[in-house]
């Protein structure tokens, strides 16, 4: 059953009052937001486009699900905490159902993050979502990509390449099992956005970028922003176990250096931080994977086992549907 555009928000979108730092949010011309004393604004807007970012005939469940987590995973890329966000979506029609199932997706990952819907707007389209996010970080130790200096350490957060995986089974080029199914479509559609580390890593990391587009593309922004270059140490990339065991290492790292859709952290540290850096990871608070080294130069080095090699970095292939 299609609903009108005022029904629709009334009733999949309003939230109760009462969120932190909200004077007025969901149903008025603009929201008023109270920025808390003390703290910048990190702003970050991604748009997700049916068939290219997501399969069209997606869950709208896990469609929601994606697509606030992959903005979330923005702030952590600046050390930033949530606060509030704003959707822009597009529908080919307004069907009940499936705005019912969208809207329960996308507050259950809001509560779990709690970060509060504040505005937004629906129109009729192309299947399209605009997700702009809005959080706050302390001035001075927002996490940005242009302070790495020669001499840091390249680290991440976790495993990567899942992403070009998940995204190999979903186009039926690589056929898994049921528990290495659930394992790759949990993470296309549920990535896990690392905010507790990045709020950690505030104060040790010097630049920080999180990896949507490949390994060697979002180091290689870290570069360019810095001016520096890097040496990235293959036989260290962390690869996932399903990963390992379905493919060879040449197209596992590959996945990892180019395939992009993994949102863990890629961040460097200076040799004055790393005791500090060893501590909270003695203390299990940061899990990490140490895997080069800032450089003079430009661009990204890859070596294997000391070895210079060549590396196929076309970066990042969207979901490419026909239908």
Same mark, same amino acid.
């Given at each position: 059953?299609?609903?009108?555009?005022?029904?629709?928000?009334?009733?999949?979108?309003?939230?109760?009052?009462?969120?932190?730092?909200?004077?007025?949010?969901?149903? +008025?011309?603009?929201?008023?937001?109270?920025?808390?004393?003390?703290?910048?604004?990190?702003?970050?807007?991604?748009?997700?486009?049916?068939?290219?970012?997501?399969?069209?005939?997606?869950?709208?469940? !896990?469609?929601?699900?994606?697509? !606030?987590?992959? #903005? %979330?995973?923005?702030l952590?890329?600046?050390?930033?905490?949530?606060?509030?966000?704003?959707?822009?979506?597009?529908?080919?029609?307004? #069907?009940?159902?499936?705005?019912?199932?969208?809207?329960?997706?996308?507050?259950?990952?809001?509560?779990?993050?709690n970060?509060?819907?504040?505005?937004?707007d629906?129109?009729?389209?192309?299947?399209?979502?605009?997700?702009?996010?809005? @959080?706050?970080?302390?001035?001075?130790?927002?996490?940005?990509? @242009?302070?790495?200096?020669?001499?840091?350490?390249?680290?991440? /957060? @976790?495993?990567?390449? #899942?992403?070009?995986?998940?995204?190999?089974?979903?186009?039926?080029? %690589?056929?898994?099992?049921?528990?290495?199914?659930?394992?790759?479509?949990?993470?296309?559609?549920?990535?896990?956005?690392?905010?507790?580390?990045?709020?950690?890593?505030?104060?040790?990391?010097?630049?920080?970028?999180? &990896?949507?587009?490949?390994?060697?593309?979002?180091?290689?922004?870290?570069?360019?922003?810095?001016?520096?270059?890097? /040496?990235?140490?293959?036989e260290?990339?962390?690869?996932?176990?399903?990963?390992?065991?379905?493919?060879?290492?040449?197209?596992g &790292?590959?996945?990892?250096?180019?395939?992009? +859709? +993994?949102y863990?952290?890629?961040? /460097?540290?200076?040799?004055?931080?790393?005791?500090? %850096?060893?501590? %909270?990871?003695?203390?299990?608070?940061?899990?990490?994977?140490?895997?080069?080294?800032?450089?003079?130069?430009?661009?990204?080095?890859?070596?294997?086992?000391?070895?210079?090699?060549?590396?196929?970095?076309? @970066?990042?292939?969207h979901?490419?549907?026909?239908?």
């Amino acid at each position: 059953m299609a609903v009108g555009e005022f029904e629709l928000i009334e009733r999949y979108f309003r939230q109760e009052a009462g969120a932190l730092g909200v004077a007025m949010g969901v149903g +008025d011309d603009c929201a008023l937001l109270n920025v808390p004393e003390g703290q910048q604004l990190a702003v970050s807007m991604d748009t997700l486009v049916g068939g290219i970012h997501f399969p069209k005939n997606a869950d709208p469940e !896990l469609i929601a699900e994606r697509a !606030l987590r992959v #903005n %979330l995973s923005d702030l952590a890329a600046m050390g930033a905490e949530p606060m509030w966000f704003t959707l822009g979506l597009t529908l080919p029609n307004a #069907n009940s159902q499936w705005v019912k199932g969208f809207s329960q997706g996308l507050f259950r990952v809001a509560n779990e993050y709690n970060i509060a819907l504040v505005g937004g707007d629906t129109t009729r389209g192309h299947l399209s979502i605009t997700i702009q996010v809005h @959080g706050t970080v302390e001035p001075g130790r927002a996490l940005m990509r @242009g302070n790495a200096s020669v001499g840091d350490e390249v680290f991440v /957060t @976790g495993p990567v390449g #899942n992403g070009a995986a998940a995204l190999a089974v979903i186009k039926q080029e %690589l056929e898994v099992g049921k528990s290495a199914f659930n394992y790759f479509m949990d993470h296309y559609y549920r990535p896990q956005p690392q905010l507790q580390q990045a709020k950690t890593l505030c104060g040790i990391a010097e630049a920080a970028i999180d &990896i949507s587009d490949g390994l060697v593309a979002d180091l290689g922004h870290i570069c360019e922003q810095s001016v520096v270059g890097a /040496t990235l140490h293959l036989e260290r990339v962390p690869l996932s176990e399903p990963v390992t065991k379905l493919v060879p290492f040449e197209k596992g &790292i590959q996945w990892a250096l180019s395939g992009g +859709d +993994d949102y863990q952290l890629c961040f /460097t540290v200076p040799p004055s931080r790393m005791s500090q %850096l060893e501590a %909270l990871v003695d203390q299990k608070r940061l899990q990490v994977h140490h895997i080069g080294e800032i450089t003079r130069g430009k661009g990204v080095t890859c070596l294997y086992n000391g070895e210079e090699v060549s590396i196929n970095t076309e @970066g990042y292939q969207h979901f490419d549907s026909k239908g």
